[in-house]
């Protein structure tokens, strides 16, 4: 069966050579032929082929390039991506029992998620056009991994500008909602059906035992949700002390010391901002500190007042770390650079009269490729530093 065409224009095509899969909206000529969700056959206005793609009829983001290749983008062409994209994490995350198995574009499958937690999996379908493969991936999951169940997270925002309503549940196998597994030896617990974002932040894992290898002493983890930094940095630390906004999260997160048994866990329910400037005041005194905010840009316009947020908070973390200490920051705003980061935390070391230097420069678990030419896909930057 012949798939319907669209037309797209002469910046459209540019798009597509500069390596980006995203073909916007007002560079497509004709999609009269074309129903939402559709995967479709690219051309130009003189009928050359340059790719298929998935359709959407309500976001900017018209089309998400599938291949340049013409041969069918069929359920056997998706099991083929799903399989490559497992078979890399079996090479940079041998041993992990949570990871992402499928980062979209960053696995050649825009807009679909697929999170491994143990013996299930959570997908994410975030475009028309994926959510209407939604039965294929199931059955090719099913038969190629087996999991015990298959979960839906999608109740993410972002479905809404494609016109899709949010929906949770279990997709197939069991009825699984809560899930114990280990990362980099310490056990967690993950909600799999209201935890963020597929049930925990699986980006942060390689960092997370960065962390671990320079922290000691008295510890602080700022914005901690269920103890991920925290429980990573007991076994090397004399106390740490997580601080978090919620008291869902920090139940959780005592659960996860429960598991463990560590006795060394303090958890503070607080705003982290007030929170450090009332330790500064108090004078209070850390070894090593992880800060681990939520994305304070997450549209350009917002870029100035992130900066100044990831200012104040780092000038805070640095004025209470010993000489000596380590400062693990990050930020998962797309909008904000690593240069950004960089210059905002060398005006926060100027101001705080401490001297830093820069350990490690680190960016999201491999799990979450980057793809050179898709900016988007790097999002998360982690710097380690050192006060001398």
């Not at 083929?80 to 992990?96: H, K, L, M, S, T």
């Not at 825009?110 to 999170?115: E, G, N, Q, T, V």
């Not at 959570?122 to 059955?139: F, H, N, W, Y």
């Not at 932040?201 to 930094?229: I, K």
């Amino acid at each position: 069966m012949s798939l319907p065409a669209v037309t797209i224009t002469a910046r459209g095509i540019e798009r597509i050579a500069s390596g980006h899969p995203w073909i916007y909206r007002a560079d497509v000529a004709d999609v009269s032929a074309a129903e939402p969700g559709a995967v479709v056959r690219l051309l130009d206005r003189k009928k050359r082929f340059w790719g298929q793609a998935l359709y959407s009829s309500k976001s900017q983001i018209a089309l998400r390039l599938l291949t340049r290749e013409d041969r069918p983008f069929d359920d056997a062409f998706l099991a083929e991506r799903i399989r490559a994209a497992a078979a890399f994490r079996e090479q940079i995350a041998a041993g992990a029992q949570a990871y992402r198995l499928v980062a979209a574009e960053g696995d050649l499958l825009p807009s679909l998620i697929i999170d491994r937690y143990g013996t299930c999996l959570v997908i994410q379908t975030l475009s028309q056009g994926m959510d209407r493969l939604k039965p294929a991936i199931v059955e090719i999951l099913r038969k190629g991994f087996v999991p015990l169940s298959i979960i839906e997270r999608n109740d993410a925002a972002v479905r809404a500008l494609e016109g899709l309503t949010e929906q949770t549940g279990v997709l197939a196998g069991e009825e699984i909602r809560e899930v114990v597994v280990e990362e980099n030896g310490v056990k967690f617990c993950f909600d799999l059906l209201r935890g963020q974002k597929t049930g925990g932040f699986l980006d942060q894992r390689e960092n997370r035992a960065a962390a671990a290898s320079y922290a000691r002493g008295r510890a602080l983890d700022c914005f901690t949700y269920t103890g991920g930094f925290a429980l990573t940095l007991a076994s090397r630390c004399e106390s740490v002390l997580g601080v978090e906004t919620s008291a869902d999260a920090l139940a959780l997160a005592r659960r996860n010391q429960d598991l463990n048994g560590f006795t060394n866990l303090e958890w503070k329910e607080a705003n982290c901002f007030d929170f450090l400037k009332a330790a500064d005041q108090e004078k209070q005194r850390f070894d090593t500190v992880v800060l681990d905010p939520p994305a304070f840009a997450r549209q350009k316009a917002s870029l100035e007042s992130a900066l100044r947020g990831y200012k104040e908070l780092n000038l805070r973390a640095l004025k209470i770390l010993n000489p000596g200490g380590y400062l693990l920051t990050c930020s998962c705003s797309y909008h904000v650079s690593e240069a950004d980061l960089l210059g905002v935390i060398a005006d926060a070391a100027l101001d705080a009269h401490r001297t830093v230097s820069v350990v490690e420069r680190r960016t999201q678990s491999r799990d979450h490729p980057i793809l050179l030419t898709v900016p988007e896909t790097h999002y998360l930057k982690c710097l380690i530093l050192r006060v001398l």
